[in-house]
Structures are given as C-alpha cells and as structure tokens.
C-alpha cells in the first residue's frame, strides 16, 4: 500500500505593536509552502462477477423449511440446466400430495353443492306454481260465488216465498169457500165452528211461517252471505299475501344460494391455484443453472467490501427469497468498494482509477461509478458505493479477492499550498488571500486555485514560497 505524505503547515503568529503602546495578539497567520505532494489516496475494494445471473426460490405456496442435501462446490463451472443443489423433497412432497387430495374434495363438494343448489330451485318452482294455482282457486270460487251462487240463493229464497204466499192464498181461498158453504147449508152451529176455527188457525200459522221465513232470509243475505262473501275475499287476499311472501322469500334462499355457489368457486380457484403454485415451486426447489459459468455461492451483493459470503453445506437452510447462488462469467469481473466521507474529495464519478490485485502485483485500469448519495450501512461515517468498470479482460484474478483501488496516481512536484482558511472566495471576482505586505499589513491578492489536499490547497498566480497569509479576514 503506498504512504500518502502530505505536509501540515503550522500557524505562524505574528507580532506587532500597537499604537498605543499596548502589546495585542498578533493575527494568526501561516507562510506559503512548497510542497512535493503524493496526489495517491487508495480504497480497498473486492473483485465482484461483471457478468452474472443471480438464483434464488421465490416460494408461492410452500411456507416449510427448505434444508439442503448437497450443493455444487463454489467456484465449479457448470452449464446450462445443472443441477445446483439438492434439498429435501419430503416434507414437500407430503404437503403437494395432501393440498392434490384436498382439491379433489373440494371438486366433489363442489358438484355436490351445485346439484343441491339446482334441486332446491326445482322445488322453489314448483312451490311458486302450487302457491299461484292455489290463489287462482280462490279467486275462481270468490268469482263463482259472486256471480252464481249469491244468485241461485236468491232465486231459491223467491221461490221458497211463493211457495208459501200460494199455499197461504190456497187456505184464504178454502176458508172462504168454507164460510159460503157453511153459511148455505144445514149443518149445524158447533160443526162450523169446529172448521172454520181450524181453517183460521192453519191460515194464522201459515202467515206467522211466512214471515218467520222473511226474517230468516233477511238474516242470510244481510249476515251470513256478507260474512260468507268476506271470508272468501279475505281467503284470496291471505292466499295472494302468502304466495308473496313465498316468491320474496325463495327470491332471498336463491341469492344465499347463488352467494354460496359464488363463494364455493372463490374457495375451489384457491385450492387450484394453491396446487398449481405448489407444482411451480417444487420446479423452483430444483435449483437448475439458468446459464453457463462459474457457480459462486451467495449473491452478488456478497461481493463487497465488508460482507461475509455464505458457503451453503450439506444439513443447511436455504433461505426463500435470497440470492442463494450467482452464476458468473469468470473471465469478466469488475470490483466493488465503499468510499467514506472523508476521501469522497479525491473521487468522482467517471474518474480513470487504478486496480491492483493484492495477491500480486496484477494491475488493471478501470472507471469508477460513484453513487450520489451514501448507503444505509452503518459507521462512523457515510460510505459510498462505487462500482469500478475494468478495461479488456480480468485474467489472473477471480471474484472474492481483494483489491486496491487508487483514485490519484503520481506526484505533484514543487507545488505551492496554503491553508483552507487563508483562501477567499467570490463568485464575482474569483479567490483570493491576505499577503503580509513590506510595510507590515496586509494586502489582498487574487489567487488562482488546484486540487485541495485535505486541510490545505494547491495555489497558482504571484505568491512566493516563505510569504505570511493571513488565517480570516483583517481585523477579526
């Protein structure tokens, strides 16, 4: 690792009096340094796969655990559609066979529920259709008893009056002809009397008859046929409000029945698509190389600097949804580092770099990626990632060793540097510092400015080496 020898300037404080006489402290000040500065700042990195295609088990169903048998050596080269690792199938198999005979259930249920459905509707139908006929019953007899019956009541209520008005005008017609018998003939007093006064009687209870049957024909139309007539109306009311609430009431069993149809298919999609997901991921538990290359166990992200690659051994756990695997191309690689905060100064985006290979004395060149902001791994300061892309091809180094990247190389020969803190700048007019003049203040003078080396800065225009600048501003 080379040895970054930057110079430190010490204040120098300079002393003058006062006008009155009374001894102030002098501004702090520094002198201009010439300086043969190492311009080389280096990061750590790892070679990472330039080329790769990450494996991993996205699991759509199957919730067990997946523990491995046995798995490819890391570093093997395999080809397209081998076999990577084995794990244990039983617990999969058992849960695959049991979601298959469940779904087999739910099929049968299924069937069941629908012809039950269909069945009940059937006889909804037929209880609609005996309700409706029943109702039409009613309504028919109402209207027959209306028109037919009510009449044939009446016209036996003027028949059964005539025939007693006839038969009291046939004992009005006998008794009067008994009166002008009796009173023509011989016979005597007390034999007439006996006859007409029995005449009379029968004649005065034929009347009473009469009108006893009056009463009681009255009675039925005004009382017992209203109430007869009612009681049918309200029968086809009741009936018609019975075959209402029935079609409302099969109309509410339908929808349950179409809801529990409806839901029955919800749940029955569900347990094909449980069988289907756990059908691809017995497929994805096979763990088949999807390309050719160099097998590396771990992701890529494994691959960088301050993370642990995992090295998957038989009676492990594979973990669902991690890169267990990364199929690379080994003659391609790239290096990944984390650049702190504190040498973020000396790195930029698109930069040329230099990689050296620890192991020898291998060196590549390379362009860095630099993110813009900082990563979420924790420190005591912010790192950013970087990503250094290396020219032609990587022969002699292979992924997961370390690297140096230098992000300055060379030396910059007898340069002149000042503080950080004797430089002032403006948009407008550029930088500039305070130079102690011959008289003793100081006098600004423009300066232009080079790279900065931590505290200090590279300085270009009319300062000498040996001059005082001034730390601030006058009179601070």
Known sequence: MRTVAVLALLPVLS????????????????RVARRDLAGVVEVPGVFAPADSTEVSFWPQAWKGEVLLLEAQPHGTFVNAGDALAQVDMTEFEL????????????????????ERARLDGQAAERRVEEASADLARAEKSLEGWKENELGFQRRQDELTASQVQYG???????????ESMYDDDELVDATEEIVLQRARRQLAQSRARQALIRDRQQYTKDYERALETQRRAEAVESKRSALEDLRRKLQLDAEARRDTLAR????????RRHVDQLDADRESLMLLAPRAGVLLHGGVEAFRPGAT?????????L???????TIADPDRVTVRLAIPESKLEHARDGMGVQVEAQAGTRAFV?????????????????????????????????????????????????????????????????????????????????????ERYGSEVVVEGTLSEGQDVLLGQPGQ
């Open 309 to 317: 690659r995992p090295d998957h051994l038989r009676g492990g756990r």
């Open 366 to 450: 390379g362009t860095l990626a630099l993110a813009r902001y900082p990563s979420a791994a924790a420190g005591s300061e912010a790192q950013f990632d970087g990503l250094v892309s290396l020219e032609g091809r990587s022969s002699g180094v292979v992924v997961g060793m370390h690297a140096q990247v230098v992000l300055g190389a060379g030396a910059d020969e007898s340069r002149l540097v000042l503080p950080v803190a004797a430089v002032h700048q403006d948009e407008d007019v550029g930088a500039w510092c305070w130079v102690r003049a011959e008289s003793g203040s100081f006098e600004r003078t423009s300066i232009e400015l080079g």
């Open 15 to 30: 002393l003058s009096p006062a006008e009155s006489g009374d001894e102030l402290p002098a501004p702090a000040t520094a």
């Open 95 to 114: 849960a695959f066979e049991d979601a298959k005979r469940d779904l087999v259930s739910a099929e049968m249920s299924r069937r069941h529920e629908v």
């Open 168 to 178: 009291i005008d046939d004992q009005e017609a006998e008794l009067n002809q008994l």
């Open 319 to 325: 973990a669902a949804r991690t890169p267990l695997f």
């Open 264 to 271: 029955g298919e919800v749940a029955l999609a569900k347990k």
